[in-house]
């Protein structure tokens, strides 16, 4: 294994410093290692990797540069491009890249975020089935009025053109899962370059996209990583022509309202939640499964469940279900819930017996299992409220923790605002009619799937393509 090489230095992307991995980030010169740099740890506070982080001139100068490259010619085979983008999908998922196979790829992962190793193994999948249906998907999101990319080498007399509203995305991801990473490809079948902030947390997943998209024959200016501390993520997000921002409250409420001069698509909170009226014994297994699923760490997961009978009752049912899922290391190949820096559990813990004071603990126990390495799994956590109103249903926590409330008729849709997904039983149409023309509710769903349930050529929160292009009239010419 080779010594890390000095400040500036080039070395192979994922090299290794001592028993450390080495996470340099790729820049269009090939990988570049810093001087500064910083040890990720696992959840048990071991090192697992020397990040190398880049100076805010430096990241400057990279977008720059990107700005200034060509975008690809309008005539580009799509075929071509969906055949590099699927040829990456199948790296990313089964290639050794940075020197980590995909099994010691999950491992790290799950070592660094606390993710349990399938569910990461299961992003990977989702990341590649996203790569392999992006040119589709995009095509699905353009305007019926504007003609394929190709289809035509001289305009009508009248005409509307797609174009891209810039050239250069940035990315601030985050590293609460893996799959947030699908969020931007379709960037790329859009012909933007692309400048990806790694989340501290998880380095890793970026590095090996990007590795991956580079073996299918991107070149190493359309898309790079960017580690760095927050101020230069900051101008990063200055830097790029258009943003996308992963975080929570905070982080939306800094870059929503336009402050940083770049237009910025924020990924917040999903606040997702399930309204079940009559009988809810047939959907109890797919409302666990929206619970707990992909360990109850993403924003698609269902944090609230609003209930016409039986309130009490379904609690119960629903905690005893989720108490089934099993604390493991997050490594392990049956593990299922998320973990955690043993005192960081017990941090998550206290702040959520207050926020859930005066409420009915349903689940009943500690939350923090103590793995006995200086980590901890979080056990899930159910709470029965009095009232579909109440503020603790827009609670978001990082592991399976839901709230439950009575629901009646005459509360109507107001409960369920502001969520990603609502999930609901069929048969329900006055209520599908009143929840789509509810401007906060993203997606509704039925409750035969989970609210996870995301196929490549779904939207997320809207199609990317209304952020990232414009309709432009082109006539007379």
């Known amino acids: 294994m080779r010594a890390a090489p000095g400040r500036g230095d080039t070395a192979p992307p994922g090299g290794a410093s001592g028993d450390l991995l080495s996470v340099d980030a790729l820049v269009p010169a090939g990988a570049y290692r810093t001087g500064r740099r910083e040890t990720v740890r696992g959840v048990a506070g071991e090192p697992l990797a020397e990040l190398s982080l880049v100076p805010g001139l430096f990241a400057a100068r990279t977008l720059d540069a990107m700005r200034r490259r060509p975008g690809p010619s309008a005539s580009r085979s799509p075929s071509r491009l969906a055949a590099r983008l699927r040829a990456a999908g199948t790296a990313f998922v089964s290639d050794t890249l940075g020197g980590l196979t995909p099994r010691a790829y999950a491992a790290v992962v799950a070592r660094s975020t606390g993710v349990p190793a399938p569910v990461v193994r299961a992003a990977a999948q989702t990341i590649?089935?996203?790569?392999?249906?992006?040119?589709?998907?995009?095509?699905?999101?353009r305007p019926r009025a504007v003609p394929p990319p190709g289809s035509r080498t001289v305009p009508d007399s009248t005409a509307v053109v797609w174009r891209r509203r810039g050239r250069v995305l940035g990315v601030n991801a985050s590293g609460n899962h893996p799959a947030v990473h699908s969020l931007w490809l379709q960037a790329l079948a859009l012909g933007y370059r692309v400048a990806v902030r790694p989340s501290r947390r998880d380095p890793f997943?970026?590095?090996?996209?990007?590795?991956a998209l580079r073996s299918a024959g991107f070149?190493?200016?359309?898309?790079?990583?960017?580690?760095?501390?927050?101020?230069?993520?900051?101008?990063?997000v200055r830097g790029s022509d258009l943003a996308?921002?992963?975080?929570?409250?905070e982080t939306v409420r800094r870059y929503a309202g336009g402050?940083?001069?770049t237009p910025v698509l924020t990924q917040g909170?999903?606040?997702v939640k399930i309204l079940v009226t009559g009988s809810w014994e047939p959907y109890l297994g797919t409302i666990a499964e929206s619970v707990g699923g992909l360990g109850g760490v993403s924003c698609l997961n269902t944090t609230a469940v609003l209930v016409e009978q039986d309130a009490r009752g379904f609690?119960?049912?629903?905690?005893?279900r989720l108490a089934a899922l099993r604390p493991r290391p997050p490594e392990q190949e049956d593990a299922e819930l998320p973990?955690?820096?043993l005192a960081e559990a017990h941090t998550a813990e206290d702040f959520l017996r207050r926020a859930a004071a005066g409420c009915e603990s349903v689940s009943g126990g500690s939350l923090v299992h103590d793995l006995g390495d200086g980590s901890a799994a979080l056990r899930p956590a159910v709470h029965l409220l009095d009232d579909p109103l109440s503020g603790q249903l827009g609670l978001e926590m990082p592991f399976p923790c839901v709230w439950v409330a009575p629901w009646a008729a005459e509360h109507g849709v107001a409960p369920l605002r502001g969520s990603l997904v609502v999930g609901i039983a069929e048969g329900n149409a006055g209520l599908v009619d009143a929840l789509l023309d509810e401007p906060s509710v993203r997606n509704v769903y039925g409750l035969d799937r989970p609210t996870w349930w995301l196929p490549p050529d779904m939207p997320h929160d809207g199609y990317l393509a209304e952020f990232l292009m414009r309709s432009t009239a082109l006539a007379g010419i």
Do not use: N
């Open 128 to 141: 590649a089935d996203v790569l392999a249906d992006a040119v589709d998907a995009v095509a699905g999101a």
């Open 205 to 211: 997943t970026p590095h090996r996209l990007v590795l």
């Open 219 to 236: 070149a190493d200016d359309e898309v790079v990583t960017l580690p760095c501390d927050h101020e230069t993520a900051g101008e990063l």
């Open 244 to 249: 996308m921002v992963f975080g929570g409250d």
């Open 259 to 261: 402050g940083s001069g």
């Open 269 to 271: 909170p999903g606040r």
């Open 315 to 320: 609690a119960g049912a629903l905690a005893e």
């Open 339 to 341: 973990c955690l820096p």
